[in-house]
């Protein structure tokens, strides 16, 4: 059974740098094709891909906001860590970390709402 | 960017009903698409991959169609629990979805 959790601050300031880390269990990203992204969505607003990193530490990110975002694997803690830089009150937003296979999300965590505000 | 536009934006049906929900990338992507369903509150749910692979668990009533640029989902016979919002997503290079489609009680 695959089952994903977000977690990292609810609350951050404007300028500041967030950090979200997505724990998971029922794969490994150290198997062959697996892949863990992330994912956001605005209060009301559609969904929006931001990153994703493979079992083999293949990278991709969304090129709108790829200067501002780095993701990182830690394979033995099974977890995947999304860091956005330079957070803006037009970032808040629910963020989700999912399961990816063939650039479906097949599994998604519940979702963390992230608030910008100072 | 593959762009991805989704019409209607919203849908007003009744229970029993068919929906047709459209999706249109802005270039060929094969193939390469999936739809989920969203719940207030709740993370999307997948329901459809490679365009009209049903995923594991999901009722047969929902299928899908389409390729190159142009693609559909229908709900055969709409229920209580399919009232929710619906989203394309292209497969084919980094993922994009659509705007969603809201499915409302007439």
């Known amino acids: 059974q695959i089952t994903l959790k977000e977690s990292g601050p609810t609350l951050v300031k404007p300028t500041q740098t967030l950090t979200l880390t997505c724990t998971f269990s029922?794969?490994?990203?150290?198997?062959?094709?697996?892949?863990v992204g992330w994912i956001r969505q605005p209060p009301g607003k559609a969904l929006e891909w931001l990153a994703l990193?493979?079992?083999?530490?293949?990278?991709r990110y969304s090129p709108s906001l790829k200067s501002r975002l780095t993701i990182t694997k830690d394979t033995s803690k099974n977890q995947v860590v999304l860091t956005m830089t330079n957070m803006d009150p037009v970032d808040t937003a629910t963020y989700y970390c999912?399961?990816?296979?063939?650039?479906?999300?097949?599994?998604w965590g519940q979702g963390t709402l992230v608030t910008v505000s100072s | 960017d593959i762009q991805m536009t989704q019409s209607p934006s919203s849908v007003s049906a009744s229970v029993g009903d068919r929906v047709t929900i459209t999706c249109r990338a802005s270039?060929?992507?094969?193939?390469?698409l999936a739809w989920y369903q969203q719940k207030p509150g709740k993370a999307p749910k997948l329901l459809i991959y490679?365009?009209?692979s049903l995923q594991s668990g999901v009722p047969s009533r929902f299928s899908g169609s389409g390729s190159g640029t142009d693609f559909t989902l229908t709900i055969s016979s709409l229920q209580p629990e399919d009232f929710a919002t619906y989203y394309c997503?292209?497969?084919?290079?980094?993922?994009?979805f659509g705007q969603g489609t809201k499915v409302e009680i007439k």
């Open positions: 029922g794969f490994s990203l150290s198997t062959s094709g697996v892949g």
């Open positions: 490679a365009a009209s």
């Open positions: 997503q292209q497969a084919n290079s980094f993922p994009t």
């Open positions: 990193i493979y079992w083999d530490d293949d990278k």
């Open positions: 270039q060929g992507i094969s193939s390469w």
């Open positions: 999912a399961h990816i296979s063939q650039l479906v999300f097949d599994y």
